[in-house]
């Protein structure tokens, strides 16, 4: 099978509200972003990575590591918006959307992301893992439901699915936000005005459904630390030792 060419690109906003420039912030000799990007490298899965970012510091900073950099011209309201502009001029078939903020990648559960690809239907994949009940009723934890293709069926903040008589051992699905799209499709999704279901849940990946593309979901034991605190930086410092 012709193996498909694959570009990582990692929005690297400057902003942030919960932890001031997050993405410079030291993890273990480097900024966070680089330590993002050397990890996206290192996989050896990508014939391209890109960071794709809207502030001359962070540019800086990759160009140090002899990266490669796209220095957005527009305001952007997401990190999908932010890949778009930067994927147009790459000649790519499949665009990996790795979040600036989440350094400790995971080779195989990336692997298996590009792979879901050979199958031609398949236009849109993300990544899931297990979570319990607990963790589940937090609103900030996003779940999905599958079809038996292992689809998405629907993304909630909500528990999904209800367990409405108490009777089942439920477990539930965390939805992790690295997304994979065939170029065309992440050309074609920014382009979209905002869905119903999407403005109701605050979570983009509707605006997809609502459109009725499919989106597989890849299941992984690894769960990504996003660093969106300085609690969680400080996490990821005692990890990253």
Do not use: C
Not at 108 to 113: A, F, I, M, V
Not at 114 to 126: C, E, G, H, L, Q
Not at 153 to 158: H, W
Not at 196 to 215: H, N, W
């Amino acid at each position: 099978m012709v193996k498909l060419k694959t570009a990582a690109l990692i929005p690297a906003r400057y902003a942030s509200t919960r932890l001031p420039a997050k993405l410079i912030q030291d993890l273990g000799g480097k900024s966070v972003i680089q330590q993002t990007y050397l990890s996206a490298i290192d996989t050896g899965l990508f014939d391209r990575v890109v960071v794709a970012t809207d502030h001359e510091l962070i540019a800086n900073q990759i160009k140090a590591l002899g990266g490669e950099v796209f220095l957005s011209q527009g305001l952007h309201e997401s990190g999908s918006d932010r890949i778009a502009e930067a994927a147009q001029d790459i000649d790519t078939a499949i665009v990996i959307n790795i979040q600036g903020d989440e350094p400790f990648l995971d080779r195989d559960t990336l692997e298996r992301l590009i792979r879901a690809f050979d199958d031609p239907n398949v236009k849109v994949a993300s990544v899931m893992y297990q979570i319990s009940k607990d963790v589940a009723h937090n609103p900030n934890a996003v779940k999905v439901v599958l079809d038996e293709n292992d689809d998405a069926l629907y993304f909630s903040r909500s528990l999904i699915p209800f367990d409405r008589d108490g009777k089942h051992d439920q477990f539930y699905w965390k939805h992790i936000g690295i997304y994979a799209y065939r170029k065309e499709i992440l050309m074609a999704f920014t382009t979209w005005p905002k869905s119903k279901l999407e403005q109701i849940e605050m979570l983009e990946q509707l605006r997809i459904l609502e459109r009725g593309i499919k989106i597989r979901m890849i299941s992984t034991k690894h769960q990504a630390i996003a660093i969106d605190t300085a609690e969680d930086l400080e996490l990821a410092r005692k990890l990253w030792k």
